[in-house]
């Protein structure tokens, strides 16, 4: 499903216009990227959890260089499923 497709879809479900569909969203993704980056959790009930995280720095093998470098550390994104989401996905 594409961007497209989604807020197609959520506009039928809402009877919102496509602009209305398209601010909610944008709104919603501009929360969710704001809470991670102040270093909070974000809970979408029956959807799941991001927590942002760090991954530590690292040494890796290059083997085309055959070199050993080392990797600095960086933020990522965790994403961990709610359990009506697990089992609305396993009851199929």
């Known amino acids: 499903m594409t961007n497209k497709d989604l807020l197609e879809k959520l506009s039928r479900k809402t009877n ?3 602009d209305e569909v398209k601010k909610l969203s944008s709104s919603l993704i501009d929360a969710v990227l704001e809470g991670i980056s ?3 959790s974000v ?8 927590e ?16 050993y470098m080392v990797v600095a550390p960086k ?17 199929k």
Do not use: C, H
């Not at 809970?43 to 991001?50: A, E, H, L, V």
């Open 75 to 91: 933020k990522t994104v965790g994403y961990k499923m709610s359990a009506i989401l697990k089992d609305r996905l396993n009851t």
């Open 52 to 67: 942002p995280r760090e991954k530590a720095s690292r040494k890796i093998y290059n083997p085309t260089t055959k070199t």
């Open 16 to 18: 919102f216009g496509m």
């Open 38 to 40: 102040d270093g909070n």
């Open 43 to 50: 809970s979408i009930q029956g959807f799941g959890s991001f």
